[in-house]
């Protein structure tokens, strides 16, 4: 079992940035492909990043790429998702997932753990 909390959101204005978190606790986050997903009012879940457990190397969906790194951090057992350039159409409650596979993908059904979520607003 892998318990995932994600941290880091928070209302930002148009060009801002944050740095969301997530914590994982009960196995190593080394044999888990994480998988960041946003979901706003009325509209699906979406896959923004995905960082591959085997080699972490991190693909972005191509609303994000160039403002969004993903990143991870061994030691501590925690991955991150750095946003920068922040849209008003960020806006959404953002998910950390974590699948036991070696590969990525943004198709959520893979993934066997989630966090509860972490807001971001992105208005002036």
């Known amino acids: 079992q892998v318990q995932l909390v994600e941290s880091g959101g928070g209302l930002v204005q148009p060009g801002g940035s944050l740095r969301l978190s997530c914590a994982a606790s009960?196995?190593?986050?080394?044999?888990?492909?994480i998988g960041w997903f946003r979901q706003a009012p009325g509209k699906e879940r979406e896959g923004v990043a995905c960082?591959?457990?085997?080699?972490?190397?991190?693909y972005y969906a191509v609303s994000v790429k160039g403002r969004f790194t993903g990143s991870r951090d061994n030691a501590k057992n925690t991955v991150y998702l750095q946003m920068n350039s922040l849209k008003p159409e960020d806006t959404a409650v953002y998910y950390c997932?974590?699948?036991?596979?070696?590969?990525?993908?943004?198709?959520?059904?893979?993934?066997?753990?989630w966090g509860q979520g972490t807001q971001v607003t992105v208005s002036s």
């Open positions: 960082i591959r457990s085997s080699d972490g190397t991190t």
């Open positions: 997932a974590a699948a036991a596979v070696a590969y990525c993908r943004f198709n959520a059904r893979i993934y066997d753990y």
């Open positions: 009960g196995r190593s986050l080394n044999y888990y492909t």
